[in-house]
């Protein structure tokens, strides 16, 4: 019982150390489902920390994901996983060093499905990073933010389904993923192109880009009134809210939102009946 207790006191402690968006929605959700969620996203975190790693080789990401994708077809062995770590144990940080633990986290009943969608997630991400996320079109970027984002959406949908029979679109639930993404990549754009990586498809100007995310953005919406008012609907509308909240701050020239504006932003969606 201690063991466990101190895992769900470390895992809150990661998620508060590695997610803006995600930290905040997930500490209203009720027992089980809170470690469900915070289990999807750590494992997530941990291979996309790989992906964006500054100081891999690219065939090493590669290969690591692949790895990873393929470890998790099959019944989870962290001495398989740690193995594969081991020469990259001093560059890797900690949340991808502990994804054994992160998958020890989840309730048994829905692991498969998280270790599933984190399999797919790897082999996408692998594959995008052989192209060195060389975005052409915007079939490309569908497809790449389907990897990194969109699965997230069908992964939440597959827990809301296990913890609470609740039936959502998987297109919206996509959209829900890409919306949040594409604001990720308009607020970092000038950084991803600092270290050479343009997400943008060829010919995009800013406005493009932003019209992308309010599109998904708004099918995101959409995909919010399949769910019953709750902590799962919570869930959603936080990470939405802040989302178009940042959109907006973005607009307006400014880097990010305010700490006063995510708390009101946050206060607003969990005090609304």
Not at 34 to 59: F, G, N, T
Not at 95 to 103: A, H, M, N, P, Q
Not at 242 to 264: N, P, Q, W
Request: charged share 25%; proline share 4%; aromatic share 10%.
């Amino acid at each position: 019982m201690n063991e466990a207790s101190n895992l769900h006191k470390s895992a809150r402690n990661m998620l508060k150390a590695t997610s803006r968006t995600f930290f905040i929605p997930i500490s209203y959700l009720p027992s089980g489902l809170r470690e469900a969620v915070s289990s999807a996203y750590l494992c997530m975190r941990a291979i996309d920390e790989i992906e964006d790693h500054p100081q891999l080789q690219l065939e090493t990401k590669h290969n690591l994901l692949h790895a990873i994708s393929l470890l998790l077809k099959k019944p989870f062995n962290n001495q398989e996983l740690m193995t594969l770590f081991h020469p990259y144990h001093t560059l890797l940080p900690e949340v991808t060093l502990r994804f054994g633990d992160w998958i020890n986290l989840c309730p048994p009943t829905i692991v498969e499905n998280i270790s599933n969608a984190t399999s797919t997630m790897a082999k996408g991400m692998a594959d995008w990073v052989l192209k060195e996320w060389r975005i052409q079109t915007e079939e490309d970027l569908n497809e790449y933010t389907f990897y990194v984002a969109g699965l997230v959406g069908v992964m939440l949908s597959d827990i809301w389904k296990w913890y609470d029979d609740i039936e959502t679109d998987k297109d919206l639930a996509i959209a829900f993923g890409r919306g949040l993404q594409s604001v990720n990549i308009l607020r970092n754009h000038a950084e991803d192109l600092e270290r050479g990586v343009d997400f943008f498809p060829d010919g995009w100007e800013l406005e493009d880009m932003y019209r992308y995310a309010r599109c998904n953005l708004a099918l995101g919406d959409i995909y919010m009134e399949d769910i019953k008012p709750g902590p799962i609907l919570n869930f959603c509308k936080i990470p939405i809210a802040l989302a178009h909240g940042t959109l907006d701050a973005l607009t307006e020239g400014k880097e990010k939102m305010s700490r006063a504006a995510v708390i009101k932003i946050v206060s607003q969606v969990v005090n609304r009946k």
